[in-house]
């Protein structure tokens, strides 16, 4: 398998986690977004189970399985959260996320600690293969590291070294949570939403290799979703078929899409190509982002002669293209959910506004983003500027997080909008 190129986005997962008085000795996990809302009482959750099989691991414990009888003590209790009235795949959507969330709660959490209100929101579509999972298991993990002192708050005083490894002990228990979600994930969704910036991956039949790209460029993009459900299994079963029909060609093609990342990696890598806030996209290397914008057009067409993309993707990309505003691809297997479009330099705003208000038209949706973005990281105090008659700062509850609607509101809420207070939010960094 060659290279391939997982950059993290501007969207965000945020988690608020609230103190329940001394009498309420229980657990709640809500997310608003897939409609989940479930508490535990946690004297009755399998602690002796976990504590026999794990032997209380440290937090720093290299996890890359789930034991099977740890993940059939929790089932029971992540089964509860079933409600009949939803269709069988949203609740298969609720058990895996119970199933993360108590795993992970058990792993490193205590029977005898106080009990807690963890509340989940997030900006990112939600199953459209932008790594949604990935960046709410290293939300959960993070604060319960944090939580039992397993990571300390970052601090940009503190060590590179000492940086490094908590988001790699952030990191190693996010996995942990896809686990119990995908059953056999990469590694890199976690990877790249715990550390940020960009990584090259590459997967061979015996071992996987992530490898952080150093200054990589922020690039403006367009995330546009499709509404398209998709399936991974079922995309991979086309390459498996295609490959077996004509092995020659597919092999022709994966290593054109190779070639693609490779020559993305030595543009982006030129000292002159710099991104948003470097002197302008190209910078020094007027060029860079035409070549760029060529290789993203190119891989995603050799992504569509292998059979991967949708009619809904073409349609976006049919859109872009016409508008002349960048250069577009589908992102993750394919199959639908979602395209991402790069941006060329010097765009008319009213030129995108109306490209997007024809993708609204078509039942699509648009997410104005940033690709390069930071990773994990805290608010500390948990306090914004919430409001539009300029209010000071304000502490952020419960009901103002679970009513925010819509990403905009979400993001203003948990201080990363317009009136986020500045260097509010710290990020761990990573050399990964």
């Known amino acids: 398998m060659g290279p391939a190129i997982a950059a993290a986005i501007s969207l965000r997962s945020y988690l608020l986690v609230t103190a329940l008085s001394g009498s309420q000795h229980t657990v709640r996990l809500i997310f ?3 409609d989940l809302d479930h508490t535990w009482d946690i004297d009755t959750l399998p602690w002796d ?16 399985s789930l034991a099977p009888e740890l993940l059939k003590a929790v089932t029971p209790y992540a089964e509860a959260v079933l409600s009949q009235t939803l269709a069988a795949e ?8 119970a199933t993360a969330f108590l795993y992970l709660f058990l792993s490193l959490g205590s029977r ?3 009990g807690f209100v963890y509340t989940l929101r997030s900006t990112i579509p939600i199953g459209a293969g932008l790594g949604s999972s990935a960046s709410v298991c290293v939300c959960l993990s993070a604060a319960l590291l944090l939580q039992t002192r397993g990571v300390v708050r970052p601090d940009p005083s503190h060590p590179p070294a000492d940086q490094d490894q908590q988001v790699q002990t952030i990191n190693e228990w996010a996995f942990v949570g896809e686990l119990c979600i995908h059953g056999d994930p990469s590694g890199v969704d976690n990877t790249v939403s715990s550390g940020g910036h960009a990584v090259v991956f590459k997967r061979t039949d015996t071992k996987s290799a992530v490898t952080r790209i150093d200054n990589f460029p922020k690039l403006r993009l367009l995330l546009v979703d499709t509404k398209q459900p998709r399936s991974t299994a079922a995309q991979l079963e086309k390459v498996k078929s295609l490959r077996t029909a004509h092995p020659a060609m597919t092999e022709t093609l994966l290593d054109g899409i190779g070639e693609t990342v490779t020559c993305a990696l030595n543009v982006i890598s030129n000292d002159g190509f710099a991104g948003v806030g470097g002197g302008g996209v190209g910078g020094g290397f007027p060029d860079g982002l035409e070549r760029l914008g060529a290789l993203v057009r190119i891989n995603h067409g050799l992504l569509n002669s292998m059979g991967v993309s949708h009619p809904r993707l073409e349609r976006i990309r049919e859109l872009v293209d016409y508008a002349g505003i960048g250069w577009t691809k589908l992102t993750g297997a394919g199959g639908g959910g979602c395209a991402m479009t790069v941006f060329r330099s ?8 109306s490209l997007k208000q024809i993708l609204a038209e078509e039942g699509f949706q648009t997410y104005e983003t940033m690709l390069g973005a930071e990773g994990v990281g805290v608010l500390w105090p948990a306090v914004t500027h919430h409001g539009t008659q300029g209010d000071g700062a304000q502490e952020i509850n419960q009901k103002m997080f679970e009513d925010a609607l819509g990403p905009q509101e979400i993001e203003d809420v948990a201080g990363m ?9 710290k990020f761990w960094h990573s050399a990964i």
């Open 417 to 425: 909008g317009v009136r986020a207070i500045k260097g509010s939010w």
């Open 346 to 353: 010097h765009n008319e705003d009213e030129n995108v506004r």
């Open 90 to 97: 949203h609740r298969k959507v609720h058990v895996r996320s």
């Open 49 to 64: 189970t976990f504590q026999r099989v794990q032997k209380r691991p440290t937090f720093r414990s290299h996890v890359t």
């Open 112 to 114: 005898d600690g106080p």
């Open 32 to 34: 608003r977004d897939i």
